[in-house]
């Protein structure tokens, strides 16, 4: 959880700007703090958690590095996110889905593209699929890049 904590303090100033408040880091990761421990994924028992130290952890670094996707930066890390928190919708064939189960864990990371600011990279992974997704601010314009099979 505070991995977690941590990542996600650097978006203070979104916070901030939607909720009309002024913390500082130090003060928005104690809001974090706070308000994670009642999400559903943080209450599992810690054997039903992913760990920072699980190896799959690291060979699902590996394998997202060597996926050649133009404009994505080499990625050093990932977190653990609930599905919920990262489920974007995407047009397919004229119809809004959703391809993340919002109830389930997924390894996660989101980069800024190298050769266009302003986009990102989303990815997320579990011990079946890497999918990776492209997207403006606030997740406009959302787009699939991959969805790669393990």
Known sequence: MEEMVEFCSQYVDEYNKNTGESLN???YKNVLRQFYPSLKRWQLPADQLPHATSPIKQKLIEEINALGVNGLPEINNLFVLQGSYVNMEYEINGNKVKLLDDNA???CNQVERLDSPGRCFGIACDEHHIFVSEYGKDGVDAEIVM???R
């Open 105 to 107: 864990t997924y390894w």
């Open 25 to 27: 880091s130090e003060e």
């Open 147 to 149: 969805l790669k099979r």
